[in-house]
């Protein structure tokens, strides 16, 4: 089972940018569906961006289309996040997760794998 880390992350000011970035280790992530969550506090953990598996299709979420970039590099088994124009509502911790499917799943129940998460901040 393939095993995910976030690093990146941290306080930034609104309309920054910054990147997110997701090593997988110990699976075949090129056979993983790869995805962003988010969770602000006090709300329910919510799927903003995924990339299939060979990297040619994405979903966004309203909220973060066209401001948020996902892309995915399966020879070296990483995963990245480039957030632009990143506003206080962006602030939430950020969860890497990956789900064994052809498909992108937008059910947070199809993500089985999941990173630690990373902390952004976003002060106006």
């Known amino acids: 089972q393939v095993r995910l880390a976030e690093s990146g ?4 000011q609104a309309g920054d940018s910054t990147n997110l970035y997701c090593a997988a280790s110990d ?12 969770q602000a506090p006090g709300k329910e953990r919510e799927l903003i961006a995924a990339i299939n598996r060979p990297g040619s299709k994405t979903y966004y979420t309203d909220s973060v289309r066209g401001r948020f970039t996902i892309s995915r590099d399966n020879a070296r088994s990483t995963g990245t996040l480039q957030m632009n124009n990143l506003k206080p509502e962006d602030t939430a911790v950020y969860y890497c997760a990956a ?9 947070i129940g199809q993500y089985n794998r999941w990173g630690q998460g990373t902390q952004v901040t976003v002060s106006s």
Not at 9 to 12: A, C, Q, Y
Not at 31 to 37: D, E, I, L, N, T
């Open 27 to 38: 699976g075949p992530f090129r056979q993983y569906v790869m995805a962003w969550f988010r």
């Open 99 to 107: 789900s064994y499917s052809v498909v992108i799943p937008t059910d």
């Open 9 to 12: 992350g941290g306080l930034v």
